[in-house]
């Protein structure tokens, strides 16, 4: 075999040779590549998720800057990201109305490295918004108090007693939402009503005293809204500190009693909703203490109907 044929073999074996390894390094490089794609998208909704989750927690406190900003660090902590950016607005604001959660995280990269980017900086924001005072309402309980220009810390009876100063007699400030009887009085004051009420909507007055269904609902059932309190994260709250979702809290419609029509039955408008913290029930009489209170499932706000009396109950809306 000839010099020059045996050199032509070489160099195409070489030439073979060099393109597998060039193509080996290219796929490494695809490889990594796509490693780092996959990571990096990974990392961004984790990070989103975690946001959401800080923003929408903290939304529920505002505007309690304070506690605002402790829910949004346990609620991003517990999605994994223990040292959020938390901003408020208005910025200085003593009472801020949005709440602003950006959530980082450095994600080291394999193809980045061969190209001088060793790493790489993942972020995500979320923004809530408390709503102007809710115009629309589930999970009301079965009551309604009077329109006052209600303060946190006021306390007010929400359920009277026999002998009481009934303005409708026969009347205990109840409320049938949608003419049932004292069964759904029952579960609707236990639970909350599952329907949707709305300001200007006229609902009917409940009419007795019910001192057997209230007092299960409320207090001797093994899962009535005192019982269900005394589990954790409850347990330790008031009406000037407590967690979302409390069974003391209710939400209840502001009604105008006095324009009732008649006595017994009848029909009785909403006006806006109010927020209370129970704090006593001796049997027939309930009070309760007023709160400022954030339902991001329940309360909703609708800028197309007239605006709600405000009662202290607002709605949570994610902004982005």
């Known amino acids: 075999m000839s010099f020059q044929r045996r050199l032509g073999k070489r160099g195409r074996r070489g030439a073979i040779l060099f393109m597998v390894l060039t193509g080996v390094i290219a796929l490494c490089g695809v490889t990594a590549l796509a490693v780092?794609?996959?990571?990096?998208?990974m990392v961004k909704q984790a990070a989103q998720n975690a946001a959401d989750a800080g923003a929408m927690a903290g939304g529920r406190d505002l505007p309690y800057q304070t506690k605002a900003q402790t829910s949004a660090g346990y609620a991003t902590a517990a999605n994994g990201f223990s040292s959020p950016t938390i901003t408020f607005f208005p910025t200085g604001s003593s009472k801020p109305q949005q709440i602003k959660v950006r959530c980082t995280r450095t994600v080291p990269l394999l193809f980045g490295a061969f190209v001088g980017q060793s790493q790489s900086l993942v972020a995500a924001q979320a923004t809530v918004s408390r709503t102007p005072p809710a115009n629309n309402l589930q999970g009301a309980a079965p009551w309604g108090v009077l329109p006052q220009d209600y303060k946190p810390g006021q306390v007010q009876t929400l359920k009277l007693g026999s002998g009481g100063n009934n303005i409708v007699p026969g009347n205990f400030n109840a409320l049938d939402y949608d003419g049932s009887g004292a069964s759904d009085y029952y579960d609707w004051l236990?639970?909350?009503?599952?329907g949707k009420l709305q300001v200007k909507q006229w609902v009917l007055s409940e009419t007795g005293n019910?001192?057997?269904?209230?007092?299960?609902?409320?207090?001797?059932?093994?899962?009535?809204?005192?019982?269900?309190?005394?589990l954790t994260p409850w347990n330790d709250d008031s009406w000037s500190g407590f967690d979302a979702?409390?069974?003391?809290?209710?939400t209840i419609p502001i009604i105008d009693w006095n324009a009732a029509t008649k006595d017994g039955k009848t029909y009785v408008q909403i006006l806006g909703f109010a927020a209370f913290y129970i704090n006593s029930y001796n049997g027939q009489q309930i009070t309760g203490t007023f709160v400022e209170y954030v339902d991001s499932v329940n309360a909703s706000y609708d800028p197309t109907m007239?605006?709600?009396y405000d009662g202290?109950?607002?709605?949570a809306r994610m902004d982005g």
């Open 36 to 41: 780092d794609a996959g990571r990096l998208y």
């Open 306 to 308: 007239d605006p709600a």
């Open 245 to 250: 979702g409390n069974p003391r809290i209710i």
């Open 312 to 315: 202290g109950v607002y709605g």
């Open 210 to 230: 019910m001192v057997g269904p209230t007092d299960k609902a409320v207090k001797n059932d093994t899962d009535s809204r005192f019982n269900r309190a005394l």
């Open 190 to 194: 236990k639970w909350g009503f599952t």
